[in-house]
């Protein structure tokens, strides 16, 4: 692990994270698929970064963050465990994307600390940024609104990553943590195997509902026995989602008419 990549890695949980471009990171690089494909691309691994991304995407498959909460971060969990998997498996092999991925899941935990600290700090410059609002200074406005919550926010998430990956990617560390894997390689190994699993079954129960349990029955039909393929079952998903949202709801249904398409019956009483 050199510098410079461990400093790009650090660069992606910021954006990740940063609102910079309409936030398009939190639908983008938050997720860690995409994360794990940066981080192999950077290291120079694509196919441990693709497999690792996946694992530990279906991880989080039931993740929502709801109101600001952040129960785990799946972001920092995707970057270094994707990281970590590259770095471990030459001596590991596939084993290192099971061990890899228990560490994940402790990873993401810690990332919530970070997280809960950042948002508590920065409710100080909230209050500097109505002050400034309050007093017509834009340029102050601006200064604790974007210029210092950016720079906070990328210390606490450029440099511990850096850190982090320079410390673990020494040659001496990296071989006490791979002695320390192998001499617990079957469970890291039986728990990175029942994580996805779990991420399946957060999922299942969210959409385990009469009124949506069906079109998983239909997608699996798809899949095992019509034999389509990922694109066309999502082309198929998306339409048929527009047609129940819009098409048997009455009220979103309105939503998509134009005032041209709005007839009135000349016979009915308005009086």
Request: charged share 10%; proline share 4%.
């Amino acid at each position: 692990m050199t510098v410079f990549q461990a400093v790009l890695i650090g660069f992606v949980y910021y954006f990740a994270n940063s609102a910079w471009n309409a936030s398009m990171g939190l639908y983008t690089l938050y997720r860690p698929l995409l994360g794990g494909l940066i981080v192999g691309v950077i290291m120079g691994d694509i196919e441990t970064g693709l497999a690792m991304g996946l694992r530990i995407q279906f991880i989080f498959m039931g993740f929502m963050s709801t109101g600001g909460s952040m129960p785990s971060d799946s972001t920092l969990a995707g970057l270094l465990g994707t990281a970590l998997a590259i770095m471990l498996r030459p001596t590991l092999g596939d084993g290192a994307l099971d061990a890899a991925l228990s560490m994940a899941a402790a990873i993401g935990v810690l990332g919530t600390f970070v997280f809960i600290g950042r948002m508590t700090w920065n409710t100080i410059f909230i209050q500097k940024a109505v002050d400034a609002a309050h007093r017509g200074d834009l340029k102050a406005l601006f200064r604790w609104h974007v210029t210092i919550p950016q720079l906070v926010l990328a210390t606490v998430t450029v440099i511990p990553i850096t850190v982090f990956l320079l410390t673990v990617g020494n040659e001496n560390i990296l071989n006490q943590i791979n002695q320390a894997i192998q001499f617990a390689l079957i469970p890291l190994s039986v728990i990175g195997k029942l994580l996805p699993t779990l991420g399946l079954a957060i999922t299942l129960n969210a959409i385990g509902k009469r009124n949506t349990i069906p079109f998983f029955f239909i997608g699996f039909v798809l899949s095992q026995y019509l034999k389509l393929d990922i694109i066309a079952i999502t082309i198929l998903g998306v339409s048929v989602a527009f047609l129940v949202y819009f098409g048997f709801n009455p009220f979103n249904k309105m939503k998509m008419q134009t005032p041209e398409d709005i007839t009135v019956d000349q016979d009915d009483d308005w009086s």
